[in-house]
């Protein structure tokens, strides 16, 4: 892999044997507990409404539409266009379990807080500094939900 795109690997680093998808603006990966893993990758255009509904159609083709226990890098430079963010809001549900988000910057911190404040979602949200503390929140919401599915 091309360092520029590993930038964000210094908070979220795939296994060497962990397959990393390319897809949109980011690479991703699912790490060994299962956790559904993804870093941006700097200087990829935010994808556009389109590109998010085809990468939902593709989603559903690999994975069988899975819902997913994800952990996350925010990118502070991508600014996704309002009726990216009602989408995403509205798909989320579908294919998330729980989400938590590796956030460094303030202002990305306060976007996601207003984000998440507007639109309650309907599974566990959590924002981290690091990504140990972040898959063992993730790690504990899977156990709670398992507990709570039997």
């Known amino acids: 892999m091309e360092t520029e795109k590993t930038y964000f690997y210094k908070w979220l680093r795939p296994d060497s044997d962990d397959r990393v998808m390319e897809r949109l603006n980011a690479l991703s990966w699912f790490d060994k507990n299962g956790i559904y893993c993804s870093v941006p ?11 998010m509904k085809d990468n939902i159609e593709w989603w559903e083709r690999e994975f069988a ?10 990118d502070p ?6 009726e ?4 995403m809001k509205d798909i989320l549900p579908r294919y998330v379990h729980g989400l938590a988000l590796i956030n460094h910057s303030a202002l ?6 207003i984000f998440f404040g507007l639109h309650s979602p309907t599974y566990p949200v959590k924002m981290f500094s690091d990504s140990t503390s972040a898959k063992e929140w993730l790690i504990a919401q899977k156990s709670l939900h398992h507990v709570e599915s039997r």
């Not at 990758?41 to 590109?51: N, R």
């Not at 430079?77 to 309002?82: L, Q, R, T, V």
């Not at 990305?108 to 807080?113: E, L, S, V």
């Open 108 to 113: 990305g911190r306060m976007a996601a807080n």
């Open 77 to 82: 430079n991508a600014k996704g266009s309002k």
């Open 84 to 87: 990216s963010r009602d989408f």
């Open 41 to 51: 990758i700097p200087g990829k255009a935010v994808p556009t409404l389109q590109e």
């Open 65 to 74: 539409g899975q819902k997913v226990w994800w952990l996350t890098v925010v």
